[in-house]
């Protein structure tokens, strides 16, 4: 086979390749499905880079195949071949072209590091979140709103989002793969900013992306995209004040035990995640699905989710601080009957 | 001129406990690195199989970042690096025609730091206080306050006592070869794995230092309430992450670029060619050296540096990709007109080259600071760092001690066994680590005890698994063929390849202990190879035979590791744990022990005068040549 | 070629170079000490970075003592100078006039040490110890490490003049001589550069 013949063979396969390539993982997840402008930049660098860096292969990998098929020791050879010192042709080819195609990435590279490190944080037609990564799970303050909530992060469609991420404890990293690239949640002083629209509706998955503990993988939390009126509606909702439960020993056991660490509506504390509307949410602990058509081990009923967590967070998130709270079957019953209730009217 | 001492000469066990001879330290080396590449490689195993469905629960999840921060702690300082140093000090003495290294007391010193170290991070296993950070071990996650139990002292205090004997046997290649060079080899007639061992060394001289620096003020924070990374105390978390980079970074180029040196011999050997290219060779490995020490922040992309930063360190890290496309051009240019045979070192250097290039363009690819927003953190990177370490580093290894082998042991490894290692081992390789690109772009983070069904991940990660143990066989099949080699009869020949090019070829296999009978007299590049051109069979002595001086073996070396080992121990359980002594907390005793004792050692080593020994001209194997 | 310990007849003239084995001693140290001033250049940057953050702790304004300081530089920077003749008188094959200045040297750097003791036990009393903040934890860590190079040199040195002493100026003990020289002379610096970044800086704000 000669070398144009081996070059015919290759391109299908490379077509194939950059097909696969854009047709990988879920639109919810995947970078290789860019669901907002930020993530598609990102998606055009990295298509960029793989062409330029498939003709390097290919080059390659020729040359390679070639060298081993045409240069096999015959058996019983004895012959010294001619003993090359080098080539200075070869050797400027060889230096002068990846230079250039190293510019060619390189341009553009610059480009999207000026252009995606814009500060949007005095932005009046941005949405501001501050993101506080915790083990393990997230925290999202919207200053200007006055609102907080935890593990599902809200927002209006096509809106620029402007985030300030931190982290309360260890070094986290705040990733939405279909929308943006990641930014690390630092403690202390190191805070990061960037930011990221969705113009599509939808529920986004978001991973964290730095090891903080036994339960770094399970860390995971939710984008929603929704139209703007519904985020106005989910805004209010929020600071809505909030009924207690209606029985009274669920509510003393609810007061006692749960609203020492957690919130609802303007009762409890901040350390932990507000459970304001949290039966609305899309999940529970971030990794507990809620449906009512459960498929997996992780999916269940927003009662049965709640039932599950309260009754062990260890087991369902190892080295969670969330200690095995002290509860009757009736209480816990009762407790995640009433979470499940507590959710927020705001879409149409 | 006779010597009034007698001559100290061990046999058995008090022989390798007590050597200074670079041949044995380097086997020594070589079983050390073999062994923990077993342990680390078990921890990989272990690693995928919990990997192999989503909601796995094979092992726990704090069992699970354990091993995930062993395996990569293990493999690349107490496996891989040990392997490096063992082909180093095997083979640069023999190649640059010297008997020994620079210090050969030193040498075993290094060996032994490192052998304590190894041990004493891998005691954490049987105390149940592994660390369980990533062997990146980032702040504050790694100091008290979030990490309570003794896995990362025994991370900082293992790393800290085994890196002192890596950064002594950096000084001892850097002056073996710049001041012991044989008559005649001037630097470029060098043979290019002597070159990557210097430009490595050089490498490890000036990274070492910023690791021993991380590893004490971590050690300071957790040991003795320091606030070096700590928010609470003023400290800084991001701090780490330089220092620890700044070492880091360096450090894959320490360990790529002495394969890059095999690679260079076994293809030259193999095609009966000359290197394509040396001088540019030499000046792309030097460049990709310096340049190694520009880009530690690539790692840092998503830290918070700002744009001005990102930008350059990009292109910074772009730019390595220049002079390593010129080795890969003129590896491909030595084989091309060659007449080439595939032994199975040359199997494993010429699979090198594809799959080196793959892991290299991966690497250009996360140089982009934007797109690496997506890959960082991901199994992209993961995949990305396999291909270049284990497709291009443990290939370069396996293809080195199959060729190094006979020059080692006597003995040639059985080729049978020795091709289905390379095919068993490459092709699960390939399985394992292929796949990963694909599950980091679907949005797969790295470090995740497991993963939620119905993501896409499931039929990506069961291949990969299933590489897995496919390299587990391959590795298997090596560990076979060492064992039934070791029964075969020890008479390999000088040149048992008949192409051998440079020095080390034309000497006995095994090297004699004096190594040179006469130090031989250099005429060009590929000394040996330029005398077989000529019509020769041997080389031309530079000096008359004469009586050879030796080292002395010592047990100084090991007593001095072992104080060091028992200082590590009692710095760590110095909160209570052993009580106290007079007041004082017993782990600080025997921490003062320890450094008494290390201290003693290399006191009576200054304070007695060692001469070494004389090997007569009588004692000598070989007839020699009259000079 | 073998180094012998008893030589007939004249030292050579650089009796430090004149093995293979004092060659490489030499040049190996060298390279050691630019493997030190990564190890002092990255201890210098992490104080950089956390030299701000003082919490309850003294600022550097108000603590540091510089006469003090001051003084214990003279006494570095002279030592340096000392352990200069000592090397010369190496060179003029003067084993007594060397033991002499190394005995000097040492005892500068002891009174160097003595000072600098001082001053941490003072540091210590108005509120700036160890673990107080991430600026005195990387003080003490650079400052420290630098003492204890001194204090180990002190070691070193003492144990040379005691072989000096014994068994005299040969090709063997002058390599070992003349390195201690060269590793005084480092650590001199490195405190130079202590002095100015760590106090002039440190007071000026």
Redesign the interface.
Known sequence: MNRWQFFRKLAPLLALMVLV?SA???SD????RPQGPV?E???G??KL??S??LI??VV??A??FY??IR???RPG?K?????????HK??II??VI??IL?II??VP??Q??????KDHTKDPEAVKVVVTAH?YWWEFEYPELGIKTAQELVIPKGKTISIEAKSA???H?F?I??L?????A????????MYFSAPKEGVY?G????????????M?FKVKSVDEASFDRWTAALQAPVALPSDPAIKEAFVSKCLTCHAVGDQGGPAFPNLTGIGSRETVGG?LVNTDDP????EGSTYDNLHRWIEDPQAVK??TLMPQVELTPQELDGISKYLSELTLDYEQ | MAHGHAVKRYSGLMDWLTTVDHKKIGILYLIAGGFFFLVGGLEALLIRIQLWKPLNDFVSADTYNELLTMHGTTMIFLAAMPVIFALMNAIVPLQIGARDVAYPFVNAIGFWTFFFGAVLLNVSWFTGSVPDGGWTAYAPFSGTTFNGDHGFDYYVLGLQIAGIGTLVGGINFLVTIINMRAPGMTFMRMPMFTWSVFITSALILFAFPALTVGLAALMFDRVFDANFFDPSGGGNAVLWEHIFWIFGHPEVYILILPAFGVISEVVSTFSRKRLFGYSSMVFATILIGFLGFMVWAHHMFTTGLGPVANGLFSIATMLIAVPTGIKIFNWLFTLWGGSITFTAANLFAVGFIPTFVMGGVTGVMLAAAPADFQYHDSYFVVAHFHYVIVGGLVLGLFAGLHYWWPKMFGRMLNEGLAKLTFWTFFIGFHLTFFVQHFLGLMGMPRRIWTYLDGLGFNEMNLISTIGALLMGLGTIFFLLNVVITAFKPKNAANDPWEDGRTLEWTIPSPAPEYNFKQTPLVRGYDAYWKEKMDGHTEMTPAEPIGSIHMPSPSILPLFMAIGLFITGLGLMYSHGEWGKIAGIEAGFVVGGIGLIITFACMIIRSLIDDHGFHIEPEELQDKGVKA | MSAHSHTEGQLPHEPEKATLEGRNKILGFWLFLGAETVLFGTLFSAFLALRDQVLDGPKSQELFELPLVALATGLLLTSSLTSVFATQALHMHKVKAMIWWLVVTVILGLGFLGLEIYEFSNYVHEGHGFTTSAFSSSFYTLVGFHGAHVAFGIVWISLLIGQLAKKGLTVTTAPKAYVAGIYWHFIDVVWVFIFTVVYLMGKVG
Not at chain 1, 112 to 117: A, E, K, P, Q
Not at chain 1, 207 to 218: D, M, R
């Open positions: 390539l990988c993982g879920r997840l995947s970078t290789l993530a930049e990102q998606f660098l990295m880079a793989i330029i860096m390097v292969i390659v990998f040359i390679s060298v081993i240069f096999r020791r050879d012959t010294i071949p001619k003993q090359v010192e080098g080539n070869l050797e060889w230096t990846p230079i190293l990435l390189g590279t610059i999207s590091v000026f252009n995606l490190s083990q404890d260890v070094v990293s990733w793969p279909s943006a690239g990641k930014v690390d630092n403690p202390g002083a190191n805070e990061n900013i998955l991973k964290c992306a730095e090891l903080c503990g036994p339960s770094h993988g399970l995971d990794i498929e997996y081990s992780n190892p080295g």
